[in-house]
């Protein structure tokens, strides 16, 4: 059985940082690419970060492009997001989620990915 976990939220004021971690269970997580999303109070999903599966390819939505990281350690099957200089619009559940094929396009979009995790939330205060 497939299982995602994320941890690593809280409460952060702005311009702090955190550490987000994924971890993968139940398969071969080198075969897996993997994203993070997030989602606020009545908004829609929304892409974050991604890698491919070597961790070659790294994407980044433009509103954390030089302020997220995205890492991944296939020996030990997890996937980090190493989130500074944090705005209260970075306030959201943020999900990991992983999928075995995926296209420049597509891991990019929530509806690409097969597994997910539960969601850790973030809250960042002004």
């Known amino acids: 059985q497939v299982q995602l976990v994320d941890s690593g939220g809280g409460l952060v004021q702005a311009g702090g940082s955190l550490r987000l971690s994924c971890a993968a269970s139940?398969?071969?997580?080198?075969?897996?690419?993997a994203g993070w999303f997030r989602q606020a109070p009545e908004k829609e999903r929304e892409f974050v970060a991604a890698?491919?599966?070597?961790?070659?390819?790294?994407y980044y939505a433009d509103s954390v492009k030089g302020r997220f990281t995205i890492s991944r350690d296939n020996a030990k099957n997890t996937v980090s997001l190493q989130m500074n200089s944090l705005k209260p619009e970075d306030t959201a559940v943020y999900y990991c989620?992983?999928?075995?094929?995926?296209?420049?396009?597509?891991?990019?979009?929530?509806?690409?990915?097969?597994?997910w995790g539960q969601g850790t939330q973030v809250t960042v205060s002004s």
């Open positions: 890698m491919s599966k070597s961790g070659a390819r790294t």
């Open positions: 989620a992983g999928v075995s094929l995926a296209s420049d396009f597509s891991i990019t979009r929530s509806n690409g990915y097969d597994h």
């Open positions: 139940g398969l071969t997580f080198s075969n897996y690419a």
